[in-house]
């Protein structure tokens, strides 16, 4: 019985692999061709460590809560229908703030930094996915494919930062309301940021400069840590924060090449 | 043919209990599936995505892989007195392949888009190949068995090396899927595959001497000690290689500074369960099994012979806990020098990680199915000779 089973199987993905692939593959189409996009844009984002942290010690002096959700956090939740389940274990979070200390005796200082995917040059994710599910696009954001994804967990294992949050519930169970602009994952395969990817399509289309989610609720109600923009464009305020700035990449001898820059760690 | 195989009779009421057991224990496993699947059951966490059913694959595969090297001796390097062995354990390896994709099948979270792995090829990816070798393997496994049944020497014989080569492939190709991750460092390591291929033929020689012995004595066959001294003698020979390469490569991390808290907590921390799968792996998984075949007492007895081979089998599955859990459980660090630990997830802390019930019934019940494959097939197929004795006349 088995065998058959197998059987079917081989010659079933034999007969869909030659025939259906080319009709039913999930290929975005792009109005310029990816060798434009590739020598024209590149996204990333900076991050301004002594910015976060002021933010992060005057909320935490104001609520009281050590773990509290800062705008930028709330807004991306709220933006890509993160669900939120009470279980941290298995609770998926796309952006989250961590708590960072240097590991001495003396009055060490904490500071706070926000941990998103990186949308890696490199990406691992990308590297080791069975089905391509997880992308690289032209413009370097690193998306999932959710009809392809197999939920194999490979890519969350993969990943140096931690970026990847599996479904392990329906996440319309862990959502108060749903924001129909962006595509609702289901049980069993695997999210991330997509530095708000519908946001940055559309605002290309018109011309206009791309803001995620979670860069437009810091310049609102935060303290306007969080920069977003092309990095090949020598004009953007993200290419003069590079040019400036000492930048930080989280675990850069891996090779990865993450695109989100950390600034003024230690607040010079 | 001077071996003769034979069909088991299987109209005995033990014979009969012994196939409703291992379907009710398969059944089980099935509805554990289903019940962890609707209810989230497993004690997975985004920190921890993968645990014990995805341990399965490379245990089961192992299992496999090491069955088929054993199985195809007498073919590859043309020694006779094995050959009573082949079949069975190319029978075995077919029917641990097939608990292996199963357990792939059972671990990931969609399962209706399994045959994207299949549709889909990323070449990069270490996975992608293997879902390749893992059909071709099956394939040349099942190609192997009837060409053995149908007494084709000289097939066999290609066969036998082919599935071999193909053995290796896909057990090295399931050790870089772990060991190739840069990522972690407790994964990370070009030991990994070699040591996967002695793995493999130490549990899967050590469950085959078990099951030999006990299909043998059950089905009233005769089976010669001494032949069962000389697979015993490899099988201990490879457990102490076996026992090397974990220490090389423990000694290997723990020379890293930046490693000593991970090599502190995976080795001399007793109150996680990391600590005990690898403890226990080498005292009752290695260094019992060794002594109960070297010492001159014990090593001619076949049925503690079994016992060794049961233990050191048991064993590897810690091995795969040892192999694919702490580098999962211990933190990474973000930004080297600095303690990052997260506000809302649990990244930057140590987090625990326990199989649940239902985790368990589903590896249990992957192996009953392997065993009630195996009880049917010796029914309905010749798989075990007659008699198996050392001396094989021409």
């Known amino acids: 019985m088995m065998s058959r089973r197998k059987f079917l199987l081989l010659t079933g993905a034999a007969a869909a692999g030659a025939f259906l692939t080319p009709q039913i593959s999930a290929r975005t189409h792009f109005v310029e061709s990816p060798e434009d996009v590739k020598a024209k844009r590149r996204w990333g984002m900076a991050v301004d460590v002594e910015k976060c942290t002021e933010c992060m010690e005057e909320l935490i002096a104001k609520t009281g809560n050590p773990e509290v959700k800062p705008p930028c956090v709330v807004a991306c939740d709220k933006e890509n229908n993160v669900p939120e389940f009470e279980d941290k274990r298995i609770d998926p979070q796309w952006m989250r703030i961590a708590k960072m200390v240097i590991d001495k005796p003396v009055n060490p200082r904490e500071f706070y930094i926000p941990l998103l995917c990186n949308h890696c040059e490199h990406p691992p994710c990308v590297q080791v996915c069975l089905t391509m599910a997880s992308f690289k696009r032209p413009d370097g954001i690193v998306e999932v494919d959710m009809h392809r994804c197999i939920g194999c967990r490979y890519c969350m294992i993969a990943c140096p930062y931690g970026a990847r949050s599996f479904n392990f519930h329906d996440p319309r169970e862990g959502l108060k309301e749903v924001n129909p602009n962006v595509q609702m994952r289901t049980e069993g395969v695997v999210e991330k940021c997509t530095f708000c990817v519908h946001r940055v399509d559309e605002a290309v289309a018109k011309g206009e400069e791309p803001v995620p989610a979670c860069v437009e609720a810091c310049k609102k109600f935060g303290k306007g840590a969080l920069v977003f923009g092309n990095v090949k464009d020598p004009e953007s305020e993200i290419s003069k924060i590079l040019r400036e700035n000492i930048v930080v990449q989280l675990r850069a001898n891996l090779g990865t090449d993450p695109h989100v820059f950390y600034t003024k760690l230690g607040g010079e | ?394």
């Not at chain 2, 001497?209 to 020979?237: C, K, S, W």
């Open chain 2, 1 to 394: 043919m001077a071996v003769e195989f034979k069909k088991i009779e299987g109209d005995s009421i033990q014979y009969f209990a012994l196939i409703i057991v291992l379907a009710a224990v398969t059944a089980l496993g099935f509805y554990a599936y289903i019940l962890e699947h609707k209810y989230a059951l497993s004690g997975l966490s985004n920190r921890v995505p993968w645990g014990i059913v995805n341990a399965g694959i490379p245990y089961f595969i192992g299992l496999s892989a090491g069955s088929l090297i054993v199985s195809a001796l007498s073919g590859v390097f043309n020694i006779k007195k094995y050959k009573v062995f082949s079949r069975i354990a190319a029978y075995m390896a077919a029917a641990w392949i097939i608990a292996a994709i199963l357990s792939i099948a059972l671990d990931i979270g969609k399962l209706y888009h399994f045959m994207n792995a299949v549709r889909y090829f990323n070449p990069t990816s270490i996975f992608s190949w293997n879902a390749f070798l893992y059909s071709s393997y099956f394939v040349i496994c099942s190609i192997y068995l009837l060409v053995q049944f149908e007494d084709m020497e000289r097939a066999t014989r290609f066969m036998a090396c082919l599935a071999v080569f193909w053995a290796v492939l896909v057990h090295s190709g399931t050790g870089a899927i772990y060991s190739f991750i840069y990522a972690k460092e407790l994964y990370h390591s070009a030991l990994t595959p070699p040591m996967f291929i002695v793995c493999a033929i130490t549990s899967g020689l050590g469950l085959l001497l078990a099951t030999l012995y006990y299909t043998f004595r059950f089905t009233n066959r005769e089976l010669d000690p001494q032949l069962i001294r000389g697979l015993a003698l490899i099988f201990a020979g490879l457990m102490m290689v076996l026992g090397y390469f974990l220490a090389v490569e423990g000694l290997e991390k723990g020379y890293i500074p930046a490693l000593h808290e991970a090599v502190h907590f995976v080795f001399l921390t007793p109150n996680s369960g990391v600590f005990w799968s690898f403890w226990l792996l080498v005292i009752f998984g290695i260094v019992i099994p060794t002594l109960i075949i070297l010492y001159p007492k014990t090593g001619y007895d076949p049925r503690l012979v079994s016992m060794a081979g049961i233990m050191h089998a048991a064993l590897v599955f810690a091995e795969r806990f040892y192999l694919i859990v702490p580098g999962q459980v211990f933190p990474e660090e973000y930004l080297h020098g600095y303690k990052i630990e997260s506000l809302h997830t649990l990244e930057g802390y140590l987090v625990s990680y326990t199989p649940t019930i239902t985790e368990w019934l589903q590896v249990i019940g992957l192996i009953a199915m392997v065993y009630l494959l195996f009880a049917v097939g010796v029914k309905i197929f010749a798989l075990i000779p007659e008699r198996a004795a050392e001396e094989v006349e021409e």
